[in-house]
């Protein structure tokens, strides 16, 4: 099941898969890839929901999920469902549904699509303890699921109802975690044994999704669910998206890491991008990241490699040897335009012609370009050269003894050029990319890197030419996430012409390393988007616990809004805060409940005053 034999690794094609029709529009084969977000409103409150899903619409999204927690609701969707055709919009519905098969067989008979949970649709929800079954008790544990699913998909047919089979990393089940673990492995095979149902009743409607907040987990599902459908002769649409990814700035490049990884490998047939922030706030942002891939099939030829010594579907970080602080063990660096003026500082700052004539003030590193460094008669110890090419670098008679900087390009790692550098040990490479598919290019060049042996540090650069903030973050965490996901690179350089500030290259830089779960440098929050489960304000919160506890280091915070996917996806989370009920908080010190059933006006307090009881409390 190696991924090289499914996907094109070297040249970009979206991958084929069958088409599904929702309404009015189609998922999957040749249709664009579409966009779509959630209802954060009370289901019963129709006047609300319709609202919200009209500024959904408004804002460019093509189905609009609404959840569905019960028999109720599932009827109201008929009545939210005119109000939006009223205003002349024909979009699709979606019922989420979690826990209650009774309220997606009403609103299968309503709405154009019907999205339900492996995890929980017929099994109960996890409380994450082994269970022990034989081979007998595991298959008549199928035989109950396949009872439950099969009138709901009659009722799909008779209406011509699409499903979406939506795995959830946090809400999967004892019975699968028990027999596959709380694994990528364990996803897949909580999606298939659904999908098997419906291909053996000759059902083909369906869209699969497989989600998670961490970004490693839910791009090696989706590449191992592309595995195993294709082996079983199956190719559903796949929708993508990082749960729980947060707000801000965090949830963007969160968001594009995930989601752009799976791009662009050309997987992806839908997609939502989750914030804790209004659902049309998605919207843009979705929009924007599905734009970047738009056209990319005619980049440059890249050299393919016929020996891929890479596992798609697992992490291991590429072995190099040290040189100062980087490679090796130490975590990937940030190389910055200018000097930081907060607290995430770049280990390296570049200053391009600049003459370092005094000492510099020793809270970094820095590099010059190799003109200057050869024009200076003494160099600092922490002053550094970068050669533009291999002959410069070769030719020069002035390099460092500690550390030279070498920019090269895919194209560059021909056998004579591996072979010269193999056994530098003061060397770090600078990769960098003008190719369209930058992030093919560049994978290519570190594939290399592996065959030939060389394990020279390498720090990866992408240049733009980006005026706004929010497009720089999307496209740079697209380009470089899955990099470093795949465990490539021991460095970020992000370089940009345009007007956005040199902190916010530092910001972004610090905020792929974290997404990408190579490096963590600030707290992180593991935010959901909100629903019709959530009982409390799910944004004003987040922003309160955010603003109290953003100054504590490498600490991760669970905000949930409900009890679904709180525990699960909170799984290396140190801390939670969960909705309960109207009003009630329950907090949890990783998977453990601590405090239960809080009054809300006081459950940030006591969540400060726990994280104080265990130590993790640094005041500002």
């Avoid at 700052?349 to 003494?378: H, K, R």
């Amino acid at each position: 099941m190696k991924y090289e034999n499914y996907i094109s690794l070297f040249q970009y094609n979206r991958l084929k898969t069958r088409s599904v029709r929702v309404g009015k529009i189609e998922m999957g084969g040749n249709n664009p890839i579409r966009i779509q977000s959630m209802t954060s409103t009370n289901t019963l409150n129709t006047e609300d929901t319709i609202l919200q899903s009209l500024r959904i619409i408004k804002a460019g999204g093509e189905l609009v999920r609404i959840t569905t927690q019960g028999e109720r609701e599932a009827e109201n969707l008929e009545n939210i469902k005119k109000g939006i055709r009223k205003e002349g919009f024909d979009t699709a519905i979606a019922a989420d549904i979690h826990f209650n098969p009774k309220a997606a067989f009403v609103a299968a008979g309503l709405v154009e699509k019907v999205r339900i949970n492996p995890g929980n649709f017929v099994d109960k929800r996890a409380s994450f303890k082994k269970v022990e079954f034989t081979d007998e008790e595991y298959h008549n544990e199928l035989i109950r699921i396949e009872e439950k699913v099969v009138p709901l998909i009659k009722i799909c047919e008779q209406n011509k109802t699409a499903l979406r089979i939506g795995v959830n990393h946090g809400s999967l089940s004892d019975r699968i975690m028990s027999r596959y673990g709380d694994t990528p492995k364990g996803m897949v095979e909580s999606a298939m044994e659904f999908l098997r149902i419906c291909v053996r009743e000759n059902f083909l409607d369906v869209v699969v999704s497989l989600k998670s907040s961490n970004t490693r987990v839910m791009v090696h599902s989706n590449r191992l669910m592309i595995a195993k459908m294709i082996d079983e002769d199956m190719n559903f649409p796949l929708h993508l998206g990082v749960t729980e990814a947060g707000e801000g700035e965090d949830g963007r490049i969160k968001s594009s890491v995930g989601i752009g990884a799976l791009l662009a490998d050309g997987i992806g047939d839908t997609i939502r991008v989750s914030l804790t922030e209004p659902p049309e706030d998605e919207i843009p942002v979705a929009k924007k990241l599905v734009e970047y891939f738009k056209e990319r099939d005619t980049h440059k030829k890249i050299n393919g490699l016929n020996s891929i010594p890479v596992n798609f579907y697992e992490y291991s970080k590429r072995k190099t040897h040290s040189v100062l602080n980087v490679g090796g063990d130490f975590v990937p660096v940030v190389i910055g335009n200018a000097a930081s003026i907060n607290e995430l500082k770049p280990e390296f700052v570049y200053l391009g012609n600049d003459i370092a004539i005094s000492t510099p003030n020793g809270y970094s590193n820095y590099i010059i370009d190799e003109e200057v460094w050869e024009q200076q008669i003494f160099h600092y110890e922490n002053v550094f050269p970068l050669y533009s090419s291999f002959n410069n670098f070769y030719l020069s008679d002035h390099q460092s003894p500690t550390l030279n900087f070498l920019t090269i390009n895919a194209a560059d790692l021909h056998d004579e050029n591996l072979l010269k550098i193999k056994n530098h040990k003061n060397l770090i490479l600078i990769l960098v990319t003008t190719n369209q598919n930058g992030f093919a290019d560049q994978r290519a060049a570190f594939l290399s890197l592996v065959n030939a042996k060389v394990d020279i540090p390498v720090i990866i650069k992408r240049s733009y030419k980006e005026n706004e903030l929010e497009n720089l973050q999307i496209k740079s965490a697209s380009d470089l996430g899955g990099l470093f996901l795949d465990g490539f690179g021991d460095g970020i350089w992000i370089d940009n012409n345009g007007k956005i500030d040199e902190q916010d290259l530092i910001n972004i830089s610090f905020g792929i390393l974290q997404a990408s779960r190579v490096r963590t440098s600030k707290t992180e929050y593991i935010s959901c988007p909100g629903c019709g489960r959530t009982l409390f304000d799910l944004q004003k919160t987040t922003k309160e616990i955010r603003e109290k506890t953003s100054h504590l280091k490498n600490l991760k915070i669970g905000i949930m809004g409900c009890i679904v996917n709180g525990p699960g996806e909170m799984a290396d989370a140190d801390y939670g805060y969960v909705g309960a009920g109207p009003g009630k908080i329950t907090l949890y010190k990783n998977k453990e409940v601590v405090k239960k059933n809080i009054q809300e006006e006081k459950a940030v307090e006591e969540l400060i005053k726990l994280i104080k009881e265990n130590g993790d409390w640094i005041d500002k």
